[in-house]
Structure formats: structure tokens, C-alpha cells
């Protein structure tokens, strides 16, 4: 059964900081690997895809890097603002009883202080 | 990316009665959905997925008669919360994908069991 864990639970730095989040998964036998952000009270915005194939992907500010052999991957966050406060989450999709199964991590809070 | 619709946002019900949640995918036929739940300050918990035109498969530990999903076309799956009550209020999100590919969320609905 798929295991996804964040570190850390929660994280506090000042704005303009460049950060790194950290997602690891115990079965490396996954389709991708999804990044999402979470707003107090709200769904899901999915910031990116890395599919099992692929290193890393990035957008604008972010980039997100994958090693499936070792179990992780990294979120990294440049220039930190105020407006990137909230849970962010990874998700693994792997194979589950006759489908696909998606399972998340707990999230790392992150506050950026202005 | 292609755009879920969860709905309704908000509801508010009377302990004992039924609830009824909507998965719509708009422009993208979801040969898969999956319907979680988020308690605060947990993660999202997968409760059951659902493969158009099959029965759901639920996780262990959901009761399949009290959540029931119905999955009927390639664009819609419902979550209906039988006698509903406190214990179920509850942050509820469904997502939508097309074989293994990229997982897409609704917004999530808050149901609050009065």
C-alpha cells in the first residue's frame, strides 16, 4: 500500500526566501506525481505534473523534481511571497484494486512572512 | 487544464436527512473519479472510486451504504450521504481523470450536519 509523507508539517519564512518542500512515497511504481496547493477552506489547485518518465517540471516560481528510484520528490519555491501562504500537497498516482489510486500526503503549511 | 464542477459548495442539513453531491468533468470524458474527504487539519482521505457504468470500490472503513456513488455517465458521479449526521460534517472532494492521467479536482463541498 502506497505511503506518501511530507516534511515538514509546517514551515515559516520571510518573504523572498527561496524554500524547499519535500514529499517521499514508499512504492516507487507510480503513473506521476502531482503538486497541489490547498487555501484555508478551499479545494485543490494543482500546480504540477511530473509524470514516472520525467525529472522535473517547472512553473514560473516553482519547480518540482522526481526520483522514483529513491522514493521523492522536491518542491521547490523561488523568491518567496506572502500570496504563496497555504497547505501544500503531493499526491502520488499509482495502481490500486482494478483502478488507479491517488494518495496524498498530509501537507506542509507554509506562511511567508512579509 | 480541464475544469471539474462540484456542487454544491456549501450545505448545511438537518441530521437524518440525505445529502446529495455533484462531479461533473465539463470538457473531458473522466473514465475514473474518486470522491475524498478532509477533516481539518488532516489530508485528503480517499474514500472510493468509482469507473463509469461499475460499482464504486471503497476504502476500508466507508460505509458503501451510507456514502453511496453512482458514477452513470463519463461526466458524472454523485456522492449521496444517507441519514446524515454531525460526524459526517465534513469537507468533500471529488476528482476526475481520464485513464492515468493528470487527476483534476472540483472544489470541494462543506457539509456541516446540524
Known amino acids: 500500500k502506497q505511503e506518501v509523507t511530507q516534511i515538514p508539517a509546517a514551515l515559516s519564512v520571510p518573504e523572498g526566501e527561496n524554500l524547499v518542500l519535500n514529499c517521499s512515497f514508499t512504492?516507487?511504481?507510480?503513473?506521476?506525481l502531482q503538486w497541489f496547493r490547498q487555501d484555508p477552506g478551499k479545494g485543490l489547485t494543482s500546480l504540477l505534473l511530473?509524470?514516472?518518465?520525467?525529472r522535473e517540471q517547472t512553473s514560473g516560481r516553482l519547480n518540482a523534481s522526481l526520483d522514483k528510484s529513491s522514493g521523492r520528490s522536491t518542491l521547490y519555491i523561488a523568491a518567496s511571497q506572502p500570496g504563496d501562504s497555504a497547505t501544500y500537497l503531493c499526491?502520488?498516482?499509482?495502481?490500486?484494486?482494478?483502478?488507479?489510486?491517488?494518495?496524498f500526503g498530509k501537507g506542509t503549511k507554509l506562511s511567508v512572512i512579509p | 487544464g480541464a475544469v471539474v464542477s462540484q456542487h454544491p459548495s456549501r450545505v448545511i442539513c438537518k441530521s437524518g436527512t440525505s445529502v446529495k453531491i455533484e462531479c461533473r468533468s465539463l470538457?473531458?470524458?473522466?473514465?475514473?473519479m474518486f470522491w475524498y474527504r478532509q477533516f481539518p487539519k488532516q489530508s485528503l482521505m480517499l474514500m472510493a472510486t468509482?469507473?463509469?457504468?461499475?460499482?464504486?470500490?471503497?476504502e476500508q472503513g466507508v460505509e458503501k451504504d451510507k456514502f453511496l456513488i453512482n458514477h452513470a455517465s463519463l461526466t458524472l458521479s454523485t456522492l449521496t450521504v444517507t441519514s446524515a449526521h454531525p460526524e459526517d460534517s465534513s469537507f468533500y472532494i471529488c476528482?476526475?481523470?481520464?485513464?492515468?492521467?493528470?487527476?483534476?479536482f472540483g472544489q470541494g463541498t462543506r457539509l456541516t450536519v446540524v
Open positions: 476528482s476526475a481523470s481520464f485513464s492515468n492521467t493528470e487527476a483534476f
Open positions: 512504492d516507487s511504481a507510480i503513473y506521476n
Open positions: 511530473i509524470q514516472s518518465s520525467q
Open positions: 499526491a502520488a498516482l499509482s495502481a490500486g484494486a482494478g483502478s488507479y489510486q491517488l494518495t
Open positions: 470538457d473531458f470524458q473522466a473514465t475514473t
Open positions: 468509482s469507473n463509469e457504468g461499475s460499482k464504486a470500490t471503497y
